[in-house]
């Protein structure tokens, strides 16, 4: 399974209206650490961020991703909405 495919299949758990994960490893390539896992733009959407703060909404997305964050995934940029914000 792909690390994609496990990041979708991890983030299903918060019900998203959109997700979109792009993989920009390859622009990172050669840098300290970066053997080590990907580098991943994330933009999910979801009425489980309502009412919740910007560090409240990251906790969430990276529960869900469990052990990929030390174990497939290197860096994360990611941009929590809720369908109210799109």
């Known amino acids: 399974m792909s690390i994609i495919h496990a990041m979708e299949s991890r983030l299903a758990v918060l019900a998203p209206s959109h997700l979109d994960i792009h993989d920009d490893s390859a622009a990172h ?3 300290a650490g970066a053997g080590a896992g990907g580098h991943y733009d994330l933009l999910i959407v979801s009425a489980a961020f309502s009412g919740k703060n910007r560090v ?3 906790r969430l ?3 869900a991703l469990g052990d990929l964050m030390q174990n497939g995934i290197h860096a994360l940029a ?3 909405l809720t369908p109210e914000e799109i």
């Open 29 to 31: 390539a050669g840098h």
């Open 56 to 58: 409240q909404r990251q």
């Open 61 to 63: 997305v990276y529960q």
């Open 78 to 80: 990611m941009r929590t």
